[in-house]
């Protein structure tokens, strides 16, 4: 897996991987210090259709991604995952609030052929 990070926020990769806070590779910000790949941040990147709405996305994922583990309570040690996923899913309503949703291969134009409005185009998702 490829995590690059330049730092310089020249680069959509760059501006998302800065927002998210996954900026040095063993230390990300998915559960177990992983890091979203290249890959990821390009998929989110065209899928999204914007750096902005990827950076969205990303905090969703983070969301789900530790919404999967369980908070515990242990000799006094208590680990409260669901508040992580919770701060997470926070951040991403900021940035769908500000930049709204993808534009990606999820939507596209169709013509309606329902013989009700044959003449109007409908968005579906």
């Known amino acids: 897996m490829t995590v690059t990070y330049v730092g310089d926020l020249s680069t959509a990769r760059d501006k998302v991987r800065f927002y ?4 040095e ?8 210090d992983a890091n979203f790949s290249d890959a990821e941040i390009a ?6 259709g ?3 709405r990827a950076v969205a996305a990303g905090f969703e994922t983070l969301a789900s991604a ?4 369980p908070d515990f309570k242990a000799d006094g040690l208590s680990v409260d995952r669901t ?3 919770d ?32 003449d109007k185009d409908n968005v579906t998702a």
């Open 50 to 52: 914007s750096w902005q």
């Open 66 to 69: 530790w919404r999967r583990y």
């Open 87 to 118: 701060g997470y899913l926070e951040q991403a309503k900021i940035w769908r609030r500000t930049y709204g949703r993808g534009t990606g291969a999820g939507s596209r134009a169709t013509t309606r052929v329902d013989g009700y409005s044959d």
């Open 20 to 23: 998210l806070r996954d900026i």
């Open 25 to 32: 590779e063993g230390v990300g910000p998915l559960p177990a």
């Open 43 to 48: 998929g989110l990147i065209t899928a999204e």
């Open 83 to 85: 508040a992580i996923a």
